[in-house]
């Protein structure tokens, strides 16, 4: 059985840093892509940063440049959120996909089948 642990947030002024982690449990089969997504309170979630099998990156526009999602480890995916906004108030979760997904799709929720049970970050003005 999968799951994502999410750890890292809290609360920050504007300007500041925050790291996001996501240990995963469980295995699983084939290579997978991790995401971080964002929700306010509604029932939209945004997608934020993605990471292929292969390293490579995907990024919503509201924070290329600022945020970067890594692969720490074959467990451990990481977002380090810089600049942050008081816009970037979020809870975010972290998410696993287990099929290859379109180019085009990688930041749409449906697409993920795992996911934790996320982290509040807090940014203020």
């Known amino acids: 059985q999968v799951q994502l642990v999410e750890s890292g947030g809290g609360s920050v002024q504007s300007g500041g840093s925050l790291r996001l982690s996501c240990r995963r449990s469980?295995?699983?089969?084939?290579?997978?892509?991790m995401a971080w997504f964002r929700q306010v309170p509604g029932p939209e979630r945004e997608g934020v940063a993605v990471i292929d099998s292969d390293g490579t990156t995907t990024y919503a526009d509201s924070v290329k440049g600022r945020f970067t999602i890594s692969r720490d480890d074959d467990k451990t995916t990481s977002l380090q959120m810089d600049s942050l906004e008081p816009e970037d108030t979020a809870m975010y979760y972290c998410?696993?996909?287990?099929?290859?997904?379109?180019?085009?799709?990688?930041?749409?929720?449906?697409?993920?089948?795992?996911w934790g049970s996320g982290t509040q970050v807090t940014v203020s003005s």
């Open positions: 469980g295995y699983i089969f084939s290579s997978h892509t």
């Open positions: 998410a696993a996909a287990i099929v290859q997904i379109p180019s085009w799709l990688l930041l749409k929720d449906v697409q993920y089948k795992y």
